[in-house]
Each structure stands twice: as structure tokens, then as C-alpha cells.
């Protein structure tokens, strides 16, 4: 037996650890789980995603223009073989980490590919599904560059929360943070490529 691959391969279980996680409690049942440095490899994650994702640019109506949506996308749904395996483990162990939580798993792998600091998304919450009337959670893992999710409540009273999501973090929205709560990445002077993959359950976009 190879006792010394034994001993130090790094097992997926044991690396995909929840122990850092640190809870951000915001307003009306919206919290932020934040876990610094949480995704094993990040840099081939991040080559293999931008080598390997059928990345498709969207444009959509703006008033009476059409716009370049800022930022690439593409989502993995139901079923789909993800591009890398960490990204399988990271689901899979998202999944039993928030199962009670939760009560399902992640089921969908939405991928946003912000080139440089001029893509963006702007204010909005996950709210096409049931994030707009329930209780759900988003799990982002990100790589590449280092940005900024800041967060902002609806109504107001409280005052905006600003995250850095840095290569290999993982931010977990979960509570009412989609439909109290709003998101945004904005726009920056320099930034390099990143990479955002959002683990979503059975119709939460
Ligand atoms: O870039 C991110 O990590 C956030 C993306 C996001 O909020 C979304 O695609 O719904
Ligand atoms: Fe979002």
C-alpha cells in the first residue's frame, strides 16, 4: 500500500470543511454565511471554468435600447455534469452541510464570468422563483480576481453590508436575504477576470 499517498492526498471531505464558516446575522431572517478560502484548487477551477464553460454574452431590452448584459453567463441546470469535479464536491458538500437548514440540495450551477472591473450585475434579489415568496439559499463559490457583493435591505433600516468574495471564498445567502434583502456587484477601476458559480436549489433564480 502507498502509505504516503495515503497520508497526504488531500481528501475532498476533509478539505471541503465547514469549520470557518462565519454567520452574518442581517435584518428580517436575511443572514450571509462567509467561509474565506473554502474551495480546493481555485486556480485550476478557475482556468478549467474560463477554458470550458460555453460562455454565451446576453443582451436584453433597457427602455428603448438593447444592452450588452455586463458580464458573461451560463448555467448548469438540473442534472448536468458540472466542468470540474471540485465543483461536484463543493455542491455535494453544500448540500448535506445545509440540508436541515435547507431541507433539499443545491440542484442548479449558475456561472458568471466578470472579465474585468467594467462587468458588473446591479441591484437585484433572486427573485424569479420561489426566493421571492420563500425562505431559500444561494451558495456562491468564487475565483480569479477578488469583488465586492454588497448587500442592501429593501426597506431600509439598516445600513448595507459590503463582502469581499477573494479566490476559493464561499458566500452562502440564505433566510429572506433574496426577497428582504437585495445584491449587487457593481463596477470597479481595475479589476482582473472572476469567475462566480451559484449553487441554487429547484427554482431559485
Ligand atoms: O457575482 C456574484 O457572485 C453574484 C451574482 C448574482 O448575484 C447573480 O447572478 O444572481
Ligand atoms: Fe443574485
Not at 29 to 54: H, I, M, S
Not at 100 to 126: I, K, M
Request: charged share 25%; with cysteine.
Amino acid at each position: 500500500m502507498d502509505f504516503q499517498s495515503t497520508l497526504f492526498a488531500p481528501s475532498a471531505s476533509a478539505a471541503l470543511s465547514f469549520a470557518g464558516v462565519e454567520r452574518h446575522e442581517l435584518t428580517r431572517g436575511a443572514w450571509v454565511d462567509v467561509a474565506r478560502g473554502w474551495l480546493p484548487e481555485p486556480d485550476d477551477v478557475f482556468e478549467t471554468l474560463v477554458r470550458d464553460v460555453p460562455w454565451r454574452a446576453d443582451r436584453r431590452q433597457m427602455y428603448d435600447r438593447i444592452v450588452d448584459v455586463p458580464r458573461l453567463l451560463h448555467t448548469y441546470m438540473i442534472g448536468e455534469e458540472l466542468p470540474h469535479a471540485r465543483l461536484t464536491e463543493a455542491r455535494d458538500a453544500l448540500s448535506a452541510h445545509y440540508a436541515e437548514e435547507l431541507g433539499e440540495p443545491f440542484r442548479t450551477a449558475g456561472c458568471c464570468y466578470y472579465r474585468d472591473g467594467r462587468d458588473s450585475v446591479a441591484w437585484h434579489g433572486d427573485t424569479i422563483g420561489r426566493g421571492k415568496t420563500t425562505d431559500t439559499m444561494v451558495a456562491i463559490v468564487s475565483v480569479g480576481d477578488p469583488r465586492r457583493l454588497h448587500l442592501r435591505p429593501r426597506l431600509g433600516g439598516a445600513e448595507p453590508v459590503v463582502l469581499e468574495m477573494g479566490h476559493g471564498d464561499l458566500v452562502t445567502m440564505g433566510g429572506s436575504c433574496q426577497r428582504t434583502w437585495e445584491h449587487a456587484v457593481p463596477k470597479v477601476a481595475h479589476a482582473g477576470p472572476r469567475i462566480s458559480v451559484q449553487f441554487r436549489p429547484f427554482n431559485v433564480f
